[in-house]
């Protein structure tokens, strides 16, 4: 199967159009900034590299250019997205023991703090390295599902809410 | 157009309102700054954090800082500056006290409040500041404890399986009195002509069942108990039960008369005792204060699970001195974080309690030492760590 590969480039356009827009007006605003023309150009030059970097991993056909974010798998030290923490599940001597990402929101639950109790009585506090849970992954995800249906449904009632 | 250039600029000028306005808001808590407030005595608060960025003691400038990872905040500390007995004519200094407590945040609490009234009970009585004196104040702060335990045993029998480590500093007539009971480190930072600028010295003996020496003492003192030190989760434990092998508190492995219902099981021993198994005597280390020392670190054993003595030092050195016991902080919690594969503003999300799971409680006082000035004043203080924090459970 073939993916569409691309990035949208319309609000790095509009912004470059409100830029000029801007310097042809200059006199109508209410003030300057401090050093107008560097920050835009650095934005400038900085998209400029982006763009070339993206379209080099497009084209190329080595595919550790493309898509290098799948890699976190492999490599445990990769850090770990804004949001989430590693967490181990299983006996770390076992054949089922897993890495899994988890919103660190999810944490501070409380049916999250059974599992967590669980990982106490079996390791103490001083463990290093990740957390390790020392239970079954379909009992993790169990686990897991319920916490995002909560948190989903909390989500979506603050939207109602809110609008 | 030119309704959208309108909206444009009120609200670029809204923007603009916004980035000037801390301009002439007075800066408290920037690092530089420093501006003295009432409320800023005693110390303040930002979610789990409490800190002093500075204040000033009889020889020199303290900073402190506290962070909470249990339910109930289980650290305490306490820096008192000016005198030190009772009397005018006694000796004059700074009292530096970090209480680690374990299994509940009870014993600190109370060692908080009595043991620098100890101190200065004893140093009245001797009309001088002396290992002999710190030395009496712990056994007679223990001795108070054990009767508050007695008077609580039969509705809070509970209150036998708390203990806390004890680390006191004195600062007087150029010497430090390091007294120590427990796990929690002093390290002094000395002018160094080395690569680094400064290097870092050990002053306090630390009791923690993970150092062979411990282990050794504490089998040649019961010879006769196999099980003295087990390990257990890979960590050493002083009969399976806790880390330290001095402490004050701990009534349950200090008498027999605790070691018995109504006392949760897994706290009794199956066998009874007559000599106590932990002791709360601290390791006594006099330091004569030299022109190369500059600061001391005062830490609970959560900084030093995290930093070297040397990499403490380091930062203490290269960093301004307002807010360098934050700065120790937040330095333990980040590499706290990436231990536990996350990020740092992540691990601050995190509630109390649960916390525990990524960090200890740390407390950190770092006392600057200052060459005498004639025009000095002596600065009298009285401060204790985490006034503000949660003190209730959740």
């Known amino acids: 199967m073939k993916k569409i590969r691309g990035f949208l480039v319309k609000r790095k356009v509009f912004s470059l159009f409100r830029y000029i827009r801007r310097k042809s007006h200059s006199s109508t605003t209410t003030y300057r900034r401090l050093n107008p023309s560097r920050r835009t150009f650095s934005r400038f030059i900085k998209w400029g590299s982006k763009l070339k970097s993206k379209a080099r991993a497009i084209c190329s056909k080595n595919p550790s250019f493309r898509s290098g974010y799948l890699r976190v798998r492999d490599d445990p030290l990769v850090e770990v997205p804004k949001g989430k923490m590693a967490v181990y599940v299983g006996q770390e001597d076992g054949d089922d023991y897993e890495r899994v990402l988890v919103p660190v929101i999810y944490i501070n639950h409380p049916l999250f703090g059974q599992l967590l109790r669980k990982a106490e009585d079996e390791y103490g506090h001083d463990h290093p390295g990740g957390i390790t849970i020392p239970c079954r992954v379909s009992e993790f995800e169990n686990v897991k599902t319920r916490i995002a249906a909560v948190c989903g449904g909390r989500k979506m009632m603050l939207w109602k809410r809110g609008v | ?394």
Not at chain 2, 33 to 38: A, E, P
Not at chain 2, 94 to 111: A, L, N, Q, W
Not at chain 2, 126 to 153: H, N, P
Not at chain 2, 296 to 313: C, K, Q, R, T
């Open chain 2, 1 to 394: 157009m030119n309704i959208v250039d309108d909206i444009y600029m009120m609200l670029s000028g809204n923007n603009y309102l916004n980035m000037v306005k801390p301009c002439w808001k007075p800066s408290v808590e920037g690092d530089g700054g420093c501006v003295r407030k009432s409320g800023d005595q005693i110390g303040r608060t930002d979610g789990l954090l409490w800190y002093k960025d500075l204040g000033a003691h009889v020889s020199g400038e303290f900073s402190m800082a506290v962070i909470q990872a249990n339910n109930l905040l289980e650290d305490q500390s306490q820096v008192e500056s000016g005198p030190l007995s009772s009397s005018s004519s006694g000796p004059y200094g700074t009292f530096i006290g970090v209480y680690d407590g374990h299994g509940g945040p009870e014993t600190s609490r109370f060692v908080n409040e009595k043991l620098f009234a100890n101190v200065k009970k004893f140093a009245t009585e001797d009309q001088e500041m002396s290992a002999d004196v710190i030395k009496k104040a712990f056994l007679a702060t223990e001795e108070e404890f054990l009767s508050v335990v007695r008077e609580q045993w039969q509705y809070c029998p509970q209150i036998a399986s708390v203990g806390t480590c004890c680390l006191v500093g004195v600062i007087c007539n150029g010497l430090v009195y390091v007294a120590n009971a427990g796990d929690s480190r002093v390290v002094l930072g000395r002018a160094d002509r080395g690569v680094r600028g400064v290097s870092a010295v050990q002053l306090s003996t630390e009791h923690n069942a993970s150092y062979a020496s411990v282990r050794d003492e504490l089998q040649s003192m019961h010879p006769d108990d196999p099980k003295i030190v087990v390990l257990k989760h890979n960590v050493w434990r002083v009969k399976g039960l806790v880390q330290v092998s001095r402490s004050i508190g701990d009534a349950y492995l200090k008498k027999q008369e605790f070691n018995r219902e109504p006392l949760l099981a897994k706290f009794r021993l199956s066998k009874p005792f007559s000599k106590q198994i932990l002791n709360p005597e601290p390791s006594i280390f006099i330091h004569k204060l030299n022109p190369k020392d500059q600061f001391l670190i005062f830490a609970s054993d959560g900084l030093w699970e995290h930093l070297s003595n040397e990499e403490a030092v380091d930062i203490v050195h290269n960093y301004p001195r307002s807010g360098i016991a934050r700065r120790l902080v937040k330095a333990a919690l980040q590499i706290a974080a990436k231990k536990r594969e996350m990020r740092y503003s992540d691990l601050k999300k995190i509630d109390r309690g649960v916390r525990r799971h990524f960090h200890d409680d740390i407390t950190v006082v770092v006392m600057f030492i200052d060459p005498p000035l004639p025009n000095r004043t002596r600065s009298l203080v009285s401060i204790k760590g985490s006034r503000g924090l949660p003190r209730t459970n959740l």
